[in-house]
């Protein structure tokens, strides 16, 4: 007879706390399709946070952005929307805003609203799938990016007081 180890499940009760206090607070209404998405996107939400104040800052802003991304399908479901990029006027606002930017960190004003809007016009210029995807991955990078720097900005902030 195999002896089986019992894991080590303290570290997890903090989130255990969380799940528990959530599924408590959380009104559902029985057999509803609607109670069911909110009590798990208001799971998923605390979840994000609990695990956001255990990892570094990369992976907090990462938590966030699942839980919201979980929060959206129980509100709106799996969306299914047209592209709608690679405009000619959409190629002409990336070639402007690239243009800008460029010029911002030539002159040693380059701000993160530049560099995002950037990013989201070469998005909205793309009209091949794949180079449209990575154009997105890009803008989910610098919107990572700032919210860090947020974060760093409001640390540091908090450190000094």
């Known amino acids: 007879m195999t002896s089986r180890l019992t894991p080590d499940l303290t570290p997890l009760h903090d989130l255990t706390k969380a799940i528990a206090t959530t599924i408590a607070e959380t009104p559902v209404r029985l057999g ?32 966030e952005i699942a839980a919201e991304r979980a929060a959206q399908d129980a509100r709106w479901g799996e969306q299914a929307h047209p592209d709608g990029t690679g ?27 530049d560099v995002l809007l950037e990013e989201i016009h070469e ?28 974060d760093r900005r409001t640390a540091e902030a908090g450190e000094t007081k």
């Open 32 to 63: 509803s399709p609607e109670g069911a998405a909110d009590l798990a996107a208001a799971v998923a939400v605390r979840v994000a946070a609990y695990v956001g104040s255990v990892l570094p800052t990369s992976g907090r802003v990462l938590g």
């Open 87 to 113: 405009l000619p006027i959409y190629q002409h606002s990336a070639r402007r805003y690239r243009d800008h930017a460029d010029r911002a960190a030539a002159s040693g004003h380059l701000a993160w609203r």
């Open 123 to 150: 998005a909205l210029a793309e009209s091949d799938a794949a180079r449209l995807r990575a154009e997105l991955v890009q803008v989910a990078a610098v919107a990572t990016a700032w919210i860090e720097a947020i």
